[in-house]
């Protein structure tokens, strides 16, 4: 058996407890349906005009948020094997160092996609209609996927520091809240004070929003905010990959 | 095939801590090592070195006669651990626990599961294996950690600390379970703070205590320096403690530990006992309690670095703190 496979066994152990409770993905699910038709219903009338009229601007803005809180869960999984001596068990066995890591992002990586799945199922419900293409969809898939992939690392380093899982939510959750809030997920960025609009246009967030707007409505740019979240993921992943690996081989090297 | 385990001068420090000091042991093939010692004595670091989690500060350790740090991934192929905690996957089933380890292992998806149930069966899991772990009880949990590492049929097997937090029932099923691989051939090194344990399993000793072996050889040997039981003594009045341990050390032949007005000293023949209690009523010494006890962990340290292990059971039954956090 080879590392890919060993990888995938790893990935399956993190997906197999979602497909037999399904509750599990309830918490990556029922979160965002209902932020996207809270969001929706009450705030549309008042941003957008109508609902109707918020749905297309909000949905990209959903799914970017709801997929910065699922690499939360990969946080959470590598402080649970950790503290419960689950980490040691595969280290003592003859599989690659980076197997239960890379398991984990990959299994992280089929949930982005259900959730992701599963909100523009929502949103069609609601009314949502592709402005683009399927190609364009995809395109928009796999750029927040990249993106998602990148950001685990921070959640791994988190995953790491906290001292038990609660706290890696705790700290993820609320860490994440601020960053996405003040971001042009939600609201046109000109309705903000201009103090705050040039963090909010810096900010990735923004950027990957815009650039799924594009890919979804055909309404705005694509290239250059998808070029400036892919330089994003790109300097997270540079330099948290090494520090989340470095923290960790400490944090195992103390015993 | 060699399934010998030996240690020779392994050092471990931490921040400027030292925790396992120049350790030096040997494991015969088939053979059961118990270490022996009070909670933060290096026998979780220890093990930890041996099973390549932890890279030695100095010193060698061959496991099977592969070096544990230049061939540390030929050595994960031929062992197996259990941790002091039950580490398996909460979220998992029990089957689903032992047929991921199995395809880490290498086996093929029928295979693995063949192996799985195969496991689940030999250890009384067959109904359980079909839940999830975090329904368990702590019985169930320590069969079924002790069970994933036996997937890979492993030569050599470490268990740590591994009745920690069992019943007695469940205590002596695990026992029954470690003789039976010792019967067929596996060389085991076990942790464990309780001397009834290490004699109830092991066919020697190795003590360790602030990092250091204290004390090596068969329960027998380690017994007869210790004294199988203990002479407890409780006075009815503390300032004749100490003529009552002159009494005590005088019949025993060892000088007896004195705790207000408390005593109690290894003694080897329970006939003792009338002597002990003729002689102090004669020196005019009221007794308010009298009594033998089988010997202790702290007996054990008593007699052999005069004075206690640092670790009192009960307490440390949690097992989260101290060592294995270490």
């Known amino acids: 058996m080879n590392a890919l496979d060993q990888t995938l066994a790893l990935a399956w152990r993190s997906l197999v407890q979602v497909r037999r409770n399904p509750w599990e993905l309830g918490d990556y699910s029922i979160q965002p349906i209902l932020f996207l038709v809270l969001f929706l219903f009450v705030f549309g009338g008042a941003i957008a005009g109508s609902p109707d009229d918020y749905l297309a601007f909000v949905l990209p803005g959903v799914i970017v948020m709801n997929m910065l809180f699922v690499t939360v869960y990969v946080g959470h999984g590598l402080n649970t094997d950790l503290t419960r001596g689950v980490f040691d068990r595969f280290r003592a066995l003859p599989i690659p160092r ?158 | 095939m060699d399934n010998t385990i030996e240690v020779e001068g392994l050092v471990r420090d931490f921040a400027g801590t030292r925790a396992v000091d120049e350790v030096s042991l040997q494991v015969p093939a088939g053979h059961v090592l118990g270490l022996l010692g009070p909670n933060g004595a290096g026998k979780t670091t220890t093990v930890r070195m041996l099973a390549t989690l932890l890279s030695p500060t100095a010193g060698r350790a061959r496991v099977g006669g592969l070096d544990v740090v230049d061939q540390a991934a030929r050595v994960r192929e031929i062992i197996g651990l259990t941790g002091q905690y039950a580490s398996v996957d909460e979220k998992l089933t029990g089957r689903e626990n032992l047929i991921l380890i199995a395809r880490l292992l290498g086996m093929k998806r029928a295979a693995a599961r063949a192996r799985a149930d195969e496991l689940l069966v030999d250890f009384s899991l067959r109904e359980a294996g079909h839940r999830p772990v975090q329904t368990y009880s702590g019985g169930m949990r320590r069969r079924l950690d002790l069970a994933a590492s036996l997937v890979g049929r492993p030569r050599i ?165 101290g060592e294995d956090a270490a």
């Open chain 1, 98 to 255: 980076w197997a239960p890591l890379a398991g984990r992002i990959l299994a992280d990586v089929v949930k982005q996609v259900l959730c992701i799945g599963l909100l523009l199922i929502v949103g069609y419900l609601l009314g949502f209609r592709l402005a683009t293409s399927f190609g364009h969809l995809l395109v928009m898939v796999l750029l927040v996927l990249t993106f998602a992939v990148a950001f685990s690392w921070v959640m791994v380093l988190v995953g790491v520091l906290a001292r038990d899982p609660e706290h890696v939510q705790l700290f993820g959750f609320t860490a994440l809240f601020p960053v996405t809030f003040v971001s042009s997920a939600f609201v046109p960025v000109e309705t903000m004070p201009e103090w705050l609009q040039g963090f909010v246009q810096a900010n990735p967030v923004s950027l990957l929003t815009e650039a799924a707007r594009g890919l979804m409505n055909a309404d705005g740019a694509v290239a250059a905010p998808a070029l400036a979240s892919l330089a994003w993921a790109a300097g997270i992943a540079a330099v948290f990959a090494p520090l989340s690996v470095w923290v960790l081989n400490r944090r195992l090297a103390r015993g």
């Open chain 2, 157 to 321: 097997l470490f268990l740590d600390e591994p009745s920690t937090g069992l019943d007695p029932r469940a205590r002596r099923d695990l026992w029954a379970r470690v003789r039976r691989l010792q019967d067929a051939g596996t060389t085991v090194l076990l942790t464990t703070q309780y001397l009834e344990e290490a004699d109830a399993l092991a066919d020697s000793i190795v003590v360790l205590d602030q990092g250091r072996v204290i004390a090596e050889g068969t329960a027998a040997e380690l017994k007869a320096r210790v004294g199988t039981r203990t002479l407890f003594l409780r006075l009815a009045r503390a300032d004749q403690a100490d003529a009552a341990a002159r009494q005590v050390a005088t019949l025993t032949g060892s000088e007896p530990h004195v705790e207000g007005e408390t005593l109690s000293a290894p003694v080897a023949e329970a006939s003792l006992l009338p002597a002990v209690l003729r002689e102090l009523d004669a020196a005019g010494i009221e007794v308010a309690e009298l009594g033998l006890r089988s010997a202790s962990l702290d007996d054990v340290f008593l007699s052999l670095t005069g004075q206690t292990g640092s670790g009192d059971a009960p307490a440390d039954a949690a097992g989260d703190s």
